[in-house]
């Protein structure tokens, strides 16, 4: 894989674009729909980190709104990112309105943190919190993963569930 554009459309699916290192969230007939227009034209990009590999080729998800701004915000990662070592991966939830970083996690060596959603108001805080996969994690057995539940206000850990089923992941 390579750091190549991708752009969420109207299927839901990511299709690959042109410049590299960049996520770009755009609007189209039944697409995602950030500001309740559907005119096809460009919101804002959100740019990979250096380190980063696969920005939001599998990891992009509305997560609700997090910074309250009454936008709801988006949730992407890159499995991939290699920040904290091979394959640490890297999440972050960016702003629905104008793509600025609002949280961000890395991950351990080999994780590969980032599948991850919305996972409600688990600490009832009145703001989303996120469920974070880190799915080849050997925290537990090797390559048996871990899911961990961190809070969408400032992105504290809330808890952590890890498998100890080698090859779970």
Do not use: C, H
């Not at 793509?99 to 919305?118: F, K, Y």
């Not at 899911?147 to 090859?167: A, P, Q, V």
């Amino acid at each position: 894989t390579n750091n190549a554009n991708v752009t969420v459309n109207a299927g839901g699916t990511l299709s690959p674009g042109t410049s590299p290192g960049v996520l770009t969230m755009s609007l189209g007939a039944g697409s995602l729909n950030l500001s309740g227009i559907s005119t096809g034209a460009l919101l804002f990009e959100i740019p990979a980190v250096a380190s980063s590999v696969d920005l939001g080729y599998f990891f992009v998800a509305g997560v609700g709104d997090v910074n309250r701004d009454k936008t709801p915000d988006i949730y992407a990662a890159d499995f991939n990112d290699g920040a904290n070592g091979p394959v640490s991966g890297r999440a972050g939830v960016y702003s629905g309105r104008d793509g600025t970083e609002l949280l961000s996690w890395l991950g351990d060596p080999g994780a590969g943190l980032g599948p991850g959603r919305e996972a409600g108001d688990v600490n009832r805080d009145g703001r989303p919190d996120l469920a974070i996969g880190s799915y080849t994690s050997a925290d537990g057995a090797p390559n048996a993963g871990k899911i961990e539940l961190f809070s969408g206000r400032d992105g504290s850990k809330l808890r952590s569930i890890t498998s100890l089923t080698e090859n779970e992941q």
